[in-house]
């Protein structure tokens, strides 16, 4: 199969079909109109077999996790998606590796109503590039540089269990509960974005990020990016009752909340005025929140506490992952 063909079977025919999109695949480039008014929010992630996903790792989920990971970022920074480009290097023509993640890509772009309108296809050592792009309006842009000293923080969803599910996969984690593996390996290989919960806090949130290095490293982003600091309650860390139950021991479901990377939660600073808004649209939406702490003005320093009292064990602040 030569790579027309692929290009032509696998990623011109799209279900969902956006009108600002007036030339898709196919041609030199996509021309795509923004809406009026508003900002374009571009980010590329890249996942490589070996660093981001197992080799063992079937094509739907490196299809879900590659659109998920850059949805989650679009989401941070309150915009709302709207086309991704994809960028393949493949081995080889493997045709039922290219349906299984061709259809992950068809249901997810029908999913989010989002249109894939374009891309490169090339031989080489498996890697998935995705550029996803999306609006904001301009007063609405979230960044991680607005955090300011008596902010609460805040968190979508829960934490750890991706990097629990990862471990599981790799045998360093082995459980007795099957339907909580289950559970924890599925959220390392299906992430959810937090799309609509990104343009909910817009004009609510001081500051936001998407926790995909692990809390304390992301954290670490707003801390630096404000130039604040933040008090940390792990008491209220929000954990999973799989990750919980299965890890009865505290101090390893706490590094897993605080380490563990890959979760792609929403990390967030609101204000107390906005506090009681933002709590209540995000219940009308189903979509749960935790407050774990509060931002402090002593720039860096992440304040962890337990029950109320400090509490320190290994260097959390500087763990999480990094690629050099
Ligand atoms: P060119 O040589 O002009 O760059 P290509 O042969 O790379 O053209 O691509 C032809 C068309 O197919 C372009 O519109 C490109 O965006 C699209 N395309 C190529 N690979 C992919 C892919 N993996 N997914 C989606 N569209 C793709
Ligand atoms: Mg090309």
Redesign the pocket.
């Known amino acids: 199969m030569d ?2 063909t ?2 032509r079977d ?3 025919t799209p279900d969902f079909v956006r009108k600002d999109v007036i030339i ?7 021309i795509t109109q923004v809406p009026q008014g508003q900002y374009l929010a571009t980010t590329t992630d890249t996942l490589l077999e070996g660093v981001h996903f197992l080799r063992q790792a079937s094509a739907d989920a490196i299809a879900h996790k590659a659109i998920a990971v850059n949805l989650s970022d679009l989401a941070a920074m309150g915009a709302e998606p709207a086309w991704i ?4 290097s493949l081995p080889e023509v493997d045709n039922q590796w290219l349906e299984l993640f061709s259809q992950k890509v068809q249901e997810l772009t029908k999913y989010f109503s989002i249109q ?6 090339v031989k080489g050592k498996l890697a998935v590039t995705i550029t996803a792009q999306g609006f904001v309006p301009p007063e609405s842009v979230l960044t991680r540089v607005g955090a300011k000293p008596g902010d609460w923080l805040f968190v979508t969803g829960t934490l750890g269990d991706a990097a629990a599910g990862l471990d599981c996969l790799q045998n360093k984690l082995k459980l007795t509960d099957k339907s909580a593996q289950e559970y924890l390996v599925a959220r390392h290989s299906f992430p959810t974005p937090r799309v609509l919960a990104g343009t909910t806090l817009r004009r609510l949130a001081n500051a936001c990020i998407d926790v995909s290095d692990g809390l304390m490293q992301d954290l670490q982003h707003i801390l630096k990016g404000s130039n604040v600091g933040a008090l940390l309650h792990l008491d209220k860390l929000p954990i999973s009752k799989e990750l919980g139950s299965s890890i009865p021991e505290l101090q390893q479901a706490l590094t897993y909340a605080c380490t563990g990377g890959d979760d792609y939660e929403l990390l967030f600073t609101i204000a107390e005025e906005h506090r009681v808004s933002m709590e209540s649209a995000m219940a009308s939406y189903n979509l749960p929140v935790t407050c774990i702490g509060q931002i402090t003005g002593v720039s860096g320093k992440i304040d962890l506490r337990l029950n109320d009292q400090p509490f320190s064990f290994v260097s959390l602040e500087d763990r999480g992952y990094q690629h050099f």
């Open positions: 790579e027309f692929l290009i696998y990623f011109s898709g695949v196919g041609d030199d480039a996509a480009n994809l960028s393949l894939l309108i374009g891309g490169d296809t």
